[in-house]
């Protein structure tokens, strides 16, 4: 992305193994995030960025220190390299590894090849070569699926909770998934795009709102008995959308937050009073991965429908441009 709007596909040098913890891997697919529109609609600084954090491919290469991948093996890796052994990972945070960073920033899998720091701990292998179709779902895990997972478990969505989920992006549609496989028995979809709707209720969804602001609010009340949702994920990253978030859910609710915010700011006062749990960031998707591919390996769950445009990487301007304009929900790119 060379700036805002303006995306090219060119040739760069291919990566090579510079660290012994190093893999090299063809990347079988890559895909668009809505965190890479922000920069897009100029609502993030950007100049001559190489893009693309969500990838799954084969290990072509690998350096004289990895253990855990092997060359051949299909893999699928986190948005964030992660050492997955240093105190905060073995936590669970492995987003905020100690010496972590982002693929987005360093990386960039909208490509054909890219070379994955710390391989150990950043990539996992999938049970085998997959079929074609399992590919998309996959790749969902790398990101929206392993965000979406997050947001579920921090909103601590499970049995007996009324879950109320704000964006109908791929990331609030795999949160509607995470409530579903969690036990969550009533998941509200916030959407006003019918088909994002039928997704939503694909994934499990058992009602919708479609007003926004203090009127969505004002009707996830009315479902609840006037209570407000045990759950509520965020997924969007505004102002509005945090307080319909905030302002959704019950006392001694938990909000589940994984959109990036962009100009939030939080009233203190309100927040003071409204007694509730607030819990969110860059998604550890390093945490959920085994788990989620071996849900997808099994075909217990499809997370690969949120893909409805797929375009050759060459191709991957027209895909920015199908997002930015809402024509697609989320943009596969074959390599
Ligand atoms: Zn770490």
Redesign the pocket.
């Known amino acids: 992305m060379h700036a805002a709007g303006d995306v090219r596909v060119e040739e760069r040098e291919d990566p090579k193994i510079i660290e012994p913890t190093d893999a090299i891997i063809r990347v079988t697919a890559s895909c668009i995030c809505g965190s890479d529109l922000w920069p897009y609609r100029g609502l993030e600084p950007v100049k001559d960025q190489i893009m693309g954090h969500e990838y799954v491919g084969v290990v072509e290469e690998i350096g004289p220190e990895v253990k855990n991948v092997k060359v051949g093996d299909f893999v699928v890796g986190s948005f964030v390299i ?9 936590s669970g945070y ?1 987003s ?5 960073e982002f693929v987005s920033a360093t990386v960039g899998t909208q490509s054909e090849k890219a070379r994955i720091p710390l391989a150990d ?1 950043t990539l996992v292998a999938t049970p085998g070569q997959p079929d074609p179709g399992l590919i998309p779902s996959l790749l969902a895990a790398s990101d929206v699926l392993g965000t979406g997972w997050f947001a579920a478990v921090a909103a601590e969505a499970g049995p007996g909770k009324t879950v109320a989920v704000v964006g109908d992006g791929a990331v609030g549609l795999m949160g509607v998934l995470a409530a579903k496989q969690l036990g969550a028995g009533r998941i509200i979809a916030m959407s006003r795009n019918p088909q994002r709707q039928e997704l939503a209720r694909f994934y499990g969804a058992t009602d919708i709102v479609q007003e926004r602001g203090d009127e969505g609010v004002a009707k996830i009340k009315e479902l609840t008995n006037g209570l407000g949702a045990h759950s509520v994920i965020e997924a969007v990253g505004t102002q509005e959308s945090m307080m319909q978030a905030i302002r959704s859910t019950r006392p001694g609710g938990h909000v589940g937050f994984v959109g990036v915010a962009h100009d939030v700011e939080l009233p203190g006062l309100e927040l003071f009073f409204a007694d509730i749990h607030l819990h969110g960031g860059p998604a550890p998707v390093r945490r959920f991965l085994p788990d989620l591919i071996q849900l997808i390996w099994d075909r217990k769950i499809d997370p690969g429908k949120v893909f409805d445009l797929t375009l050759p990487l060459e191709e991957a301007a027209e895909g920015y441009k199908a997002m930015d304009e809402r024509r697609a929900i989320k943009v596969l790119l074959t390599a």
């Open positions: 992660s050492d997955n052994t240093c105190e905060i990972c073995r492995q905020r590894c100690m010496h972590g701990g």
